[in-house]
């Protein structure tokens, strides 16, 4: 009876050690973006956003729906549908194709303006690009330094030469869609889809932080872009402003 007894009170010792040495549950991990309003020039629209799990299947407004395809936890596809309340109509795509490791291998784009864009990894930090443009007649080279896995300078080249750059900083926060599954993967075709859509939210360059601001460098002159950000308690934003133009959003997760 006495060995019973002993073993009852080890066992309860055991679980409490158990207990102690378990650690807390990342909240900030489950975080989802569900909503952005995005204010500009004196009209404002709705993004809603859903998911199936952590993985995103679109985003939707009165002007655009986004929608997302996988294969395994990459991002395969968006397709861009403009008006989805009435006509519905496909004017974008782009597919992506990943190397083995996971990085991002090449992105073609099917619109108006159809372009392909390959990247080659130097390194651990540098990122060569070639991007043909279809309407064009010559590709656009260049290349991306990378540091802590986001875009620290664009560089393009012409004739081999560096042309004008454009240099990024960022926060010690949460990008708000840095929990979508594949999303982080996509970062470099980022920088080709904000460079068009430079408005709102979809300029907020980043893959797990928040760009604060972007420099176009050009000798002598210095071009800088600021966004401030107001965050949440686990932080993550809830505000964007732009100082470029009137444009804001107001995030809800």
């Given at each position: 009876m006495k060995k019973i007894a002993l073993l009852f009170c080890l066992a309860i010792?055991?679980?409490?050690?158990?207990?102690?040495?378990?650690?807390?549950?990342?909240t900030t991990a489950d975080v989802l973006l569900k909503k952005t309003i995005t204010q500009s020039n004196g009209t404002s629209y709705e993004t809603l956003y859903k998911y199936d799990g952590k993985k995103l299947?679109?985003?939707?407004?009165v002007r655009e729906n986004k929608k997302f395809d996988y294969n395994g936890n990459n991002i395969s596809k968006?397709?861009?549908y403009t008006n989805p309340d009435t006509d519905n109509t496909l004017t974008q795509t782009v597919e992506f194709e990943y190397l083995p490791n996971g990085k991002l291998k090449?992105?073609?784009?099917?619109?108006?303006?159809?372009?392909?864009?390959?990247?080659?990894?130097v390194g651990q930090d540098t990122v060569n690009f070639v991007a043909r443009a279809y309407r064009s007649s010559y590709d656009f080279v260049?290349?991306?330094t990378m540091k802590d896995d986001e875009i620290s300078e664009y560089v393009y080249l012409n004739g081999g030469r560096p042309r004008p750059s454009v240099r990024y900083t960022y926060d010690n926060k949460n990008h708000p869609l840095k929990n979508v599954t594949g999303y982080n993967k996509l970062s470099l075709y980022h920088?080709?889809?904000?460079?068009?859509?430079f408005n709102g939210f979809t300029t907020n360059v980043g893959s797990s932080k928040n760009c604060i601001s972007n420099s176009?460098?050009?000798?002598?002159?210095?071009?800088?872009?600021?966004?401030t950000y107001e965050y949440n308690e686990n932080g993550f934003p809830k505000a964007i402003n732009k100082d470029s133009n009137s444009a804001a959003d107001y995030l809800f997760y």
């Open positions: 010792l055991l679980s409490c050690s158990n207990d102690d040495s378990s650690q807390p549950h990342d299947l679109e985003a939707r407004s968006i397709s861009w090449k992105f073609v784009q099917e619109s108006d303006n159809p372009l392909t864009v390959e990247f080659t990894y260049g290349y991306f920088y080709f889809y904000n460079s068009v859509h176009l460098i050009q000798d002598p002159s210095v071009v800088e872009v600021m966004n």
